[in-house]
């Protein structure tokens, strides 16, 4: 079974600083990973996508993850945070594959403070 | 482009009635479409698949005669609450796959469903 983990509930930023939220994943063969954000209220908005090729990844609002393999992780940066970052965010994983059975896993969210 | 769009964005209803929300893809085709549930500080958890023209796919331990999903075109799934409860209230999102890019996944804004 596939699976995302997500280790910080939350995660505080001062602005302008760098941020870091970090994704682990297991699944089963290649991976397609996913970033996306959740604003209060809202429903999700794709950032960015790691399916193959640079394992660095650049999406949008100026963010990036970075794929690595050998520690199945998909961690999302950027180098200089923002107060309008301030949401909740979603790593999630699905097996490189089509059809209907490739379902999209999430893991549990990290919520990004960031202040001034 | 990818543009998901659901109505209503939010909806009171009396228990015992029925209610239903509609996922529209804007701008893409969708053969699939898929809805979730996401309870309050949690992540989204899937409850069925929609597929174009055939019956749903619906996750374990959800009940396909209390959620009733049609998939009537390419651009159109809706989900029915039937004799909705107030442990129904949630926020129910959908999301959709291109038929011409299946790899990402888009959302619609979210249906925030009271049942008093």
């Known amino acids: 079974a596939q699976s995302v983990a997500q280790p910080e509930d939350q995660v505080n930023v001062a602005e302008g600083n760098p941020l870091t939220v970090k994704c682990t994943y297991s699944?089963?063969?290649?991976?397609?990973l996913f970033w996306y954000v959740q604003y209060p209220n809202r429903g999700l908005q794709f950032l960015l996508k790691?399916?193959?090729?640079?394992?660095l990844v650049k999406g949008s609002y100026g963010f990036e993850a970075e794929f690595n393999k050998s520690q199945t992780s998909f961690h999302l940066k950027k180098p200089s945070a923002l107060v309008s970052d301030s949401a909740l965010y979603f790593c999630?994983?699905?097996?490189?594959?089509?059809?209907?059975?490739?379902?999209?896993?999430f893991g549990t969210g990290t919520r990004l403070q960031v202040t001034l | 482009g990818a543009v998901v769009s659901q109505h209503p964005s939010w909806v009171i209803c009396k228990s015992g009635t029925s209610v239903k929300i509609e996922c529209r893809s804007l701008?893409?085709?969708?053969?699939?479409m898929f809805w979730y549930r996401q309870f309050p500080k949690q992540s989204l958890m899937l409850m069925a698949t929609s597929n174009e023209g055939s019956k749903a796919t619906y996750e374990q331990g959800v009940e396909k005669d209390k959620f009733l999903i049609n998939h009537a075109s390419l651009t159109l799934s809706t989900l029915t609450v039937t004799s909705a409860h107030p442990e129904d209230s949630s926020f129910y999102i959908c999301?959709?796959?291109?038929?011409?890019?299946?790899?990402?996944?888009?959302f619609g804004p979210g249906t925030r469903l009271l049942v008093l």
């Open positions: 699944v089963s063969g290649n991976p397609y």
């Open positions: 999301s959709a796959r291109a038929n011409r890019n299946q790899e990402t996944q888009y």
């Open positions: 790691y399916i193959t090729g640079d394992n």
């Open positions: 999630a994983v699905r097996p490189a594959q089509t059809g209907t059975a490739s379902k999209l896993t």
């Open positions: 701008d893409f085709q969708a053969t699939t």
